[in-house]
């Protein structure tokens, strides 16, 4: 079938005859439950034995902010085989893919509607006390099974060529490491705090940090990234952590996926300033998001390192001294990723609902300028970090 | 034509049909010259016209020591894509590419009968008063503007794919980046001077080092290297200066080839010990050779900031402070690459002229002495220097 958006009926249609996941007698029921910005979501259920899946099909343009971009087609098989990937890599916390349609830019794959996304979740004040553990190890097994020290490294460059993603990369080059640090047009922030904006494109010595990081962003092709790992990202219920949505997965940093999940954290710890009245729940709330971030950096280093005792294949790099040399740039990295990420979600194109639904436009202000002051922080430190205690005194700064 | 070596005959045959370089009655005589260790080079020409090519066809293995090792192909196709590339950047510097048949893996280009190999020259105790210019031009054209900083950062990407070349970087990451660190068969030494290398082997300061250079030569994808740039891989006259046989080219770090052009005018500087035997000539032509390497510097950096001034595509690299940080880390690492490249030209599997074929084997381990004292010194220098001049300072102290 050439490529056209698919219709509800069609989507049923070509659901009933995927071999091996529908009973022959299913009654099929489709919902197209996508935001239609960037891809259809289908979810298609058997009402008779239960049985459902998700069908996803890339379109060919983003719709942001009422502009069309036109986006390759091929971010769907980005998507598909980085899953694959990532589930042969660390089973259990991805979706499992049932089917890659090439010519439909369509994924098969797993119903995780019993999850919620995280963001939500912390948004409405949950807790989860698996996350860490989860996303840690996620993070650990996918950077590096996919790097230099934890596969064939001929290999490694072939799996390269096939993750060269240059049109979702152009997005984060710009919406992350250019945009937020000028007056350009993407940008998209609170009048109320134009004067901290202002203040931030006139910055030079954060500028300098940012560029540092962004040649780290385009020059290092460290690991198979996720390449967009906050927490919109993640499908979370108590017990289950799915980390979906790798459609920016290219090699690069491993400080990039780390650093995403630290600065949503630290995004929704800024929020909380909207959501919690009370100050004492409020900073008990906040203490337990600092205790993930910590516990997030924690559980990756503790099993990478563990991988790299276990499973390193690169000789020199058992060479003593430069293990610590390796996490202390990954750690630096996370640092000055999550600055760079916690920025643009202030005054860049995209935001999070963290900050963005807290309907009054003062303590929104209050928000986005604890988290803008976090991210600068977070920024200038990132090659002169030693520890991950160093992010959470930041936090702890800012938002007395 | 499916793939085959070709015989002679067959040589003038796809000469004399390919159109536009010989005349219709050209009588064309043919020689093999290559080494036979990778390739055929056909030399083809025209005895009534004088009009002349070389013909380069890959061969499926590389004989070394007696070794046969299977080798793609399509580095024949890496190598014609890098010259024209390189041709276009930099014009008059590499050799001009006719015709590229992917079938036959053969390259039809300039012929440079005229020039001699550098390294050649050098033995010789010639002298390239422009050599430093060319080269530095050469180097800093093309490395810029394969860059992100000198191209569109999308199309960098794709061009980053089209030069995926795991079976040539495999030699470069064994050879250069571990062998010679450990007591590997691959080795080759003069058992005279088997005391320094024990001692290399144990010396974990400075395997840390190499595995930090490693890392880089293994993730930085900073620009199109040539990849082998060794004074082997120069065509030279006192007024010309051409680059040629491309094929380890792949997207590296950018001091990787400033560092080849520099170890190998300091194999040279250490090879004198048994060229020269005047002690104030000696002097002399050493001088010569530290000016140079001072110089190859001078130009590359001179060039690359001109390049940078007016043609750069990034917006944050124009942050003041940047450029600098930027230079600094090319500078060090072509000293880290330098001198890895010195070393495993003295413990590892292939060796340089400027030092084998020194006849007296305890002459040979002196000049080896001088050579991979200079190597260690530069490759623990690497990430605290600050000039070339520490470069010239540390060859001096130690061809005392």
Not at 155 to 177: H, S, Y
Not at 218 to 247: Q, R, V
Not at 360 to 367: F, S, Y
């Amino acid at each position: 079938m050439s490529y056209h958006s698919l219709s509800l009926e069609e989507a049923i249609r070509y659901a009933a005859n995927l071999p091996g996941i529908f009973p022959e007698n299913a009654d099929l029921q489709v919902r197209e439950i996508g935001d239609g910005n960037l891809n259809l979501v289908f979810h298609i259920k058997d009402s008779r034995s239960g049985a459902s899946v998700i069908m996803k099909q890339a379109l060919p343009y983003a719709k942001v902010v009422g502009e069309s971009w036109p986006l390759t087609l091929d971010r769907a098989r980005i998507e598909s085989e980085a899953l694959q990937l990532q589930e042969s890599l660390c089973p259990g916390l991805v979706p499992h893919v049932y089917a890659f349609d090439q010519e439909l830019a369509l994924t098969v794959m797993e119903d995780l509607s019993d999850h919620i996304i995280m963001r939500k979740g912390l948004i409405e004040g949950n807790r989860y006390p698996l996350f860490a553990e989860h996303v840690g190890k996620f993070m650990a097994h996918t950077l590096f099974y996919t790097s230099d020290l934890g596969m064939n490294q001929q290999a490694k460059k072939q799996q390269v060529k096939r993750f060269v993603n240059p049109e979702l990369c152009k997005i984060t080059e710009d919406l992350i490491f250019d945009d937020p640090y000028t007056d350009s047009s993407n940008n998209n922030y609170n009048p109320l705090i134009r004067e901290e904006v202002e203040k931030l494109w006139r910055d030079e010595e954060l500028h300098l940090e940012v560029a540092l990081l962004r040649e780290s962003f385009l020059t290092h092709a460290e690991a198979l990234l996720h390449g967009d790992l906050h927490t919109g990202s993640i499908f979370i219920t108590p017990e289950s952590t799915k980390m979906i949505d790798p459609e920016f997965a290219y090699y690069g940093p491993m400080g990039f996926d780390i650093g995403a999940v630290v600065a949503n954290l630290l995004l929704n710890y800024a929020g909380q300033e909207g959501w919690i009245k009370d100050a004492g729940q409020r900073s008990e709330f906040r203490q337990y998001l600092l205790d993930t971030v910590r516990d997030v950096w924690g559980h990756f280093s503790r099993n990478f390192v563990q991988l790299w005792e276990r499973d390193n294949v690169d000789r020199m790099a058992r060479t003593p001294g430069y293990r610590d040399l390796y996490m202390k740039k990954i750690l630096r990295d996370t640092i000055g990723f999550a600055g760079c990420k916690m920025v643009r979600r202030i005054v860049g194109l995209a935001h999070v609902a963290d900050i963005d639904t807290i309907a009054d436009p003062q303590v929104r202000a209050h928000a986005e300028t604890i988290a803008l002051n976090i991210g600068k922080a977070l920024i200038k430190l990132n090659r002169k970090a030693e520890s991950i205690e160093e992010v959470i005194a930041i936090a702890e700064q800012y938002a007395k």
